[in-house]
């Protein structure tokens, strides 16, 4: 199993549309977990922080279920720009990462 | 500018060479890492280091590579005796130690070994 792992889509969905991505994570002991963004041939930037609580940034929310080891990004009202690749990172000692989902949004 | 940055950014070499690279972190940030990221692959760790410590390494980092930050401010990843399977995007990021040590990402150097 690997140590993080995301759907890797690719998400193709209209503008407007809520699309949600999915991400597990194999060890428990994990102490921090983020949902970064990367473009196309460029360097990963970080989209969100994600909190036991969960939290909201605009039309992003991410939770975190501890228990079932799965952290979740839901973007509402989606826009022509939000078309990248969604990296999943998981923190325990060092960061891992998921191999990404893709998103395109569509007009 | 003051985020990371890298250079170079694109590196073209032919196998058997070595490569070096430099990574300048953000001014204040402790914390330097070093990545690699293939085509539809998320960066994969590689070493890390807390001021001029070299605190981890991955299994990932044969003894061709070597990575240093003698004053705990930049960092250089030598690779020697370089493979075709070396290419890749190489990341490098910073952060501040704290309660989430969030990373900041530079612009990776892309190589490619022929």
């Known amino acids: 199993r690997k140590e993080v792992e995301q759907d890797p889509g690719p998400f193709n969905v209209p503008e407007g549309a809520t699309v949600a991505f999915n991400c597990t994570y194999s060890?428990?002991?994990?102490?921090?977990f983020f949902w970064y963004r990367q473009d196309c041939r460029k360097e990963p930037k970080l989209l969100m922080s994600v909190y036991s609580s969960g939290n909201e940034d605009g039309r992003f929310t991410a939770q975190l279920n501890r228990a079932s080891q799965y952290i979740s990004l839901l973007i509402r009202d989606s826009k022509l720009s939000d078309s990248a690749t969604y990296l999943c990172?998981?923190?325990?000692?060092?960061?891992?990462f998921g191999a990404g989902t893709r998103l395109t949004v569509k007009p | 500018d003051t985020g990371v940055s890298q250079d170079p950014r694109h590196k073209i070499t032919k196998r058997g060479q070595n490569v070096t690279f430099r990574c300048d972190p953000i001014?204040?940030?402790?914390?330097l890492y070093w990545y690699r990221q293939t085509l539809g692959q998320g960066p994969e760790f590689l070493t890390y280091?807390?001021?001029?410590?070299?605190?981890?390494k991955s299994r990932l980092l044969s003894d061709r590579f070597s990575a240093e930050r003698p004053k705990g401010s930049f960092s250089t990843l030598e690779i020697q005796r370089t493979e075709q399977g070396d290419s890749a995007m190489y990341l490098c990021a910073s952060s501040l130690v704290g309660p989430t040590d969030t990373q900041y990402f530079g612009p990776g150097t892309r190589l490619t070994v022929l």
């Open positions: 001014s204040e940030h402790n914390r």
């Open positions: 060890n428990s002991a994990s102490q921090s």
């Open positions: 280091f807390q001021n001029e410590a070299q605190l981890e």
């Open positions: 990172v998981v923190n325990w000692n060092d960061m891992r």
